[in-house]
């Protein structure tokens, strides 16, 4: 053969295979990553085991993930299904065109190719998506809660039939935060592409020019207000439902007094009635002997409804003093957070005092959206229970314990999130995509009956096959760091 045309083919054959291979890599670090890292910490307190015992257990860390249902595995079977398949399936159809007398250029329009990498990227994510989900789930303790009030996932080491030995329903949902994550960048990108049509078609229009500049923006900031709303309903009334380090890490921002949150828990259980006595004073007069108050603010027979002293821990009556002070400590705590993450980002990339001063702009500005965002909800629960909210409505309409009961909560929880206006455009789409998917993960069930795992697949497979058609013809739609990594793997 000749040497040019063996180095053509050889080249040829590295660039097929290169998005498979990043791909791979990719997926073995975000998987392994973390379990290195936990893993260290773990060592490094641990000073019983031997020197073998600990690179015995650094080795299973490195090597948990190189199995066929690995993760790393799924990524490159599905990037090497939606590169390769739509080269094979083109050629076997120029190939029965030939046969068959058609002009094999009719393959060739850019309708076809779009139809055939959507139809190949459909049937790669369809299979791949089975090698994450191979083993079945249980629940423990399905027909009932734990000893600690949640559901502990086990995994079954047996075939995935409908029902395990003992006759109980085998359950599915290993996939749903992918399946989410994917469903929701696909949504997007359609969003995306419907929008890039409409401004196009409507190009020259002044009028539209405007709404076009200012629609994309807010409709992120909704989107990021919206799945806000719903994360925080659900850490206050479903906290089972969110994922335990997000449900600790709110728990660290919020700063709240348990006895408070369980305070409006047993409200809208109509456990925590005021005007009656159903024994549940002493859970928030224990609250007023520790922050010296009276007693009978935490009896809800005699106080009605709980003074907005207690909710702001402190702080003094003052509902606008306490917004300023919960702003200004969630300030100090998000700068600590944030300032050298953006400088150990950007590390690499700073090569001047304005790359230096531009990262801690970003910190700040990140960690006023966040201050912003917890004195907002706190503000927003106190003016609609005792400010504004009894002056609007009547207390015969709108009761304190219908305020108390969801009420406060549900005005914190819609005002909250448009404090992601503080942010610039571009980090607003990226933290509004990371939220949204979580925020859909509350409301949909974690775990279902493994008969219905047809509908996830589907689901999944339909959204990977839009994205990845998208990355082939329009890449540009698939917005964020998402879309970076995607295209530089594609590509």
């Known amino acids: 053969m000749d040497p040019a ?8 054959t590295t660039q097929l295979l290169q998005p498979i291979l990043r791909a791979y890599a990719l997926g073995y670090l975000s998987s392994t990553t973390p379990k290195v890292v936990s893993c260290l910490r773990r060592l490094w307190k641990n000073n019983d085991l031997s020197y073998r015992d600990k690179l015995r257990e650094l080795l299973r860390a490195l090597t948990g993930a190189l199995r066929l249902g690995s993760f790393p595995t799924f990524c490159a079977s599905l990037v090497g299904g939606s590169t390769l398949l739509p080269l094979l399936v083109l050629s076997a159809l120029q190939a029965a065109c030939r046969r068959l007398g058609s002009d094999p250029k009719s393959l060739s329009t850019k309708k076809a190719s779009r139809l055939i990498q959507l139809a190949t990227a459909f049937f790669s994510a369809w299979f791949s998506f089975q090698l994450l989900n191979r083993k079945p789930v249980a629940l423990q303790n399905a027909y009932g809660e734990t000893q600690d009030g949640t559901l502990r996932e086990t995994v079954v080491n047996q075939q995935a039939t409908r029902l395990d ?30 929008w890039a049509w409409s401004q196009k078609k409507r190009k020259g229009n002044a009028r539209w020019a405007l709404v076009g500049s200012i629609v994309p923006q807010l409709a992120d900031s909704a989107v990021f207000a919206a799945s806000a709303a719903v994360v925080m309903w659900a850490w206050f009334y479903v906290p089972e439902r969110l994922p335990r380090s997000y449900g600790k890490w709110i728990d660290e921002v919020a700063k709240v007094d348990n006895r408070l ?26 609250m007023c002997e520790d922050y010296d108050w009276p007693m009978e603010w935490g009896d809800p027979v005699k106080t009605i409804p709980i003074p907005c002293e207690m909710v702001h821990m402190g702080c003094g009556p003052s509902c606008e003093k306490h917004a300023v002070s919960r702003f200004v400590r969630t300030f100090k705590f998000a700068c600590a957070t944030y300032i050298p993450l953006q400088i150990a980002f950007r ?3 700073m090569k001047s005092m304005a790359s230096l001063r531009r990262a801690v702009s970003d910190a700040l500005r990140s960690s006023s959206f966040l201050a912003s965002f917890v004195s907002i909800f706190y503000y927003s629960v106190c003016l609609s229970r005792t400010r504004l909210g009894p002056k609007i409505f009547d207390k015969g309409t709108v009761t304190p314990q219908m305020w108390d009961s969801g009420l406060c909560v549900g005005a914190g929880c819609v005002m909250c999130g448009w404090s ?6 571009k980090k607003r789409q990226e933290i509004a995509l ?50 970076r990594i995607g295209r530089s793997i594609m590509n």
């Open 261 to 286: 949150v369980e305070a409006l828990r047993r409200a809208r259980r109509s456990i925590f009635v005021y005007g009656k006595d159903t024994g549940q004073a002493p859970l928030l007069e224990s």
């Open 347 to 349: 590390f690499r990339s």
């Open 165 to 194: 030995l003992h006759g109980r329903p085998q359950f599915a949902g290993r996939t749903m935060d992918l399946t989410l994550f994917t469903l929701i960048r696909a949504l997007d990108s359609l969003a995306c592409m419907s």
């Open 420 to 425: 992601i206006l503080v942010e610039h455009a």
């Open 5 to 12: 045309a063996l180095t053509r083919r050889r080249h040829r």
């Open 434 to 483: 990371f939220v949204a998917p979580r925020a859909a993960a509350t409301v949909l069930p974690r775990f279902y009956n493994k008969k219905y795992q047809h509908r996830e697949r589907a689901a999944f497979a339909v959204s990977a096959a839009v994205l990845f058609t998208c990355f082939r013809e329009c890449p540009d739609m698939v917005r964020g760091v998402f879309g």
